[in-house]
């Protein structure tokens, strides 16, 4: 796999030494964002060198051909998680973006006192705060699946527990971005459709990672990140049923998602126009597309068998590091390339500080999960998560600069 370094930018530098501020870099924080391939910034580069017009406005052939590439782009997100129709594709900011359309636009209008949100203690804020502020405005319930504390499974008996005949929305995050564990979505939309609830997934982590059949999951929306699968950042898409997405109002208003304006009233475009208001990403939707067409070229089974590998090799040298407590399953399968730890008398931004002058990024903190920390017990913790594009060497490295942290600190082991 690590000839796939030379496709960014970034690697071929810092491999050919060619690279003053970033020299010897190990780039270990992928699951905040993903570096880019040179095909990615070369098709947005061309996009705005040779189609740059605003799509779907004009009639002439340069705004045509620009119409042509942003919705191709959607077609190319659609047939990556396997959504029925285009249509079903709706292009936002992130996928934060995502979740809140589906607060606001189905959330509100669905929801009254009485109702139940269920999502899990392992969720970013961004699949908390939204629901949140939809049950402070309805009057509903929010309700929090928890994991076991050492593993990070759910249990099939807390999904029973915690979905219930008050539950209305049930979303959950498909990998978690601490623990790297893959939560059971098939079997939880099951539970959630069975109660007459709608199912949301928060694909952030996964879509890079492993290959999401969106019909097969049975989710009837799902939220993903174009950064994080090595495209730009600033882009993201929410796929939704169509069924569903018909009958939601707008989430944003104004620009080209109206069919038509009067003084008194507006009607809105159809889907999946209606939820894209104002002057469309269309460069970064093109770059989106082709970091996807990258990944889907790579192959995401190898990509998941040399997560798992790094990821093993990881998690056996971090045993082997006296003082270092893993966070999450020890199990380098149920990893998906997240690695959370702390260190005896080392705080986790103390840890990322050092690593950081031996020329390694990992990112530290509550990793916007701070309900689970708090169930954790874990204030802070440090992450280190990995991609396709690294390699043994670099873990290696990693370790050999851990197993020293400590007596850098003072400690005398």
Not at 24 to 39: K, N, V
Not at 230 to 244: Q, V
Not at 336 to 363: K, M, N
Request: with cysteine.
């Amino acid at each position: 796999m690590n000839k796939y370094r030379k496709d960014f930018p970034f690697f071929k530098a810092i491999d050919e030494k060619s690279s003053e501020e970033n020299k010897d870099l190990i780039y270990f924080d992928t699951a905040a964002t993903a570096q880019r391939p040179f095909i990615v910034l070369n098709a947005m580069t061309h996009f705005y060198a040779t189609e740059n017009a605003n799509p779907l406005r004009g009639l002439y052939s340069l705004s045509e051909r620009a119409t042509m590439a942003y919705e191709n782009a959607r077609k190319t997100v659609a047939q990556f998680i396997n959504a029925t129709h285009s249509e079903e594709i709706v292009f936002t900011r992130n996928a934060s973006e995502s979740l809140n359309l589906v607060a606001y636009s189905w959330g509100l209008t669905n929801l009254k006192a009485g109702d139940e949100i269920c999502v899990t203690i392992m969720e970013h804020h961004s699949n908390i705060v939204p629901w949140q502020m939809v049950c402070q405005r309805t009057g509903a319930k929010l309700v929090f699946m928890e994991c076991d504390k050492e593993t990070g499974i759910i249990s099939r008996e807390e999904i029973s527990a915690k979905i219930n005949e008050h539950t209305k929305i049930v979303s959950v995050v498909h990998v978690s971005n601490v623990l790297g564990v893959t939560n059971p979505v098939k079997e939880i939309a099951k539970a959630a459709h069975a109660v007459g609830a709608i199912f949301i997934v928060d694909g952030a982590q996964s879509a890079p990672h492993m290959k999401v059949n969106v019909q097969d999951i049975d989710a009837d929306f799902f939220a993903m990140s174009a950064h994080k699968l090595c495209g730009p950042m600033g882009i993201g898409a929410l796929y939704g049923k169509y069924e569903l997405l018909e009958k939601m109002d707008p989430f944003l208003r104004g620009g080209e998602m109206i069919e038509y304006v009067t003084r008194e009233k507006a009607t809105w475009a159809e889907v999946p126009h209606k939820f894209e208001a104002g002057t469309v990403s269309a460069g970064d939707a093109v770059g989106m597309a082709a970091a996807i067409r990258y990944i889907q070229s790579i192959g995401l089974d190898n990509i998941e068998k040399h997560d798992r590998e790094l990821a093993e090799r990881m998690l056996t040298g971090m045993k082997n590091i006296p003082h270092i407590n893993l966070i999450g399953p020890t199990d380098a399968s149920k990893r998906c390339g997240i690695i959370t730890f702390t260190l005896d008398g080392v705080h986790p931004h103390d840890i990322a500080t050092l690593l950081s002058e031996e020329h390694i990024a990992i990112r530290a903190g509550h990793h916007c999960a701070q309900p689970l920390g708090q169930y954790l017990g874990q204030t802070a913790t440090a992450r280190a998560s990995l991609y396709f594009y690294n390699t043994e060497q670099e873990i290696d490295i990693f370790l050999k600069k851990l197993s020293h942290l400590r007596e850098w600190s003072g400690f005398k082991d």
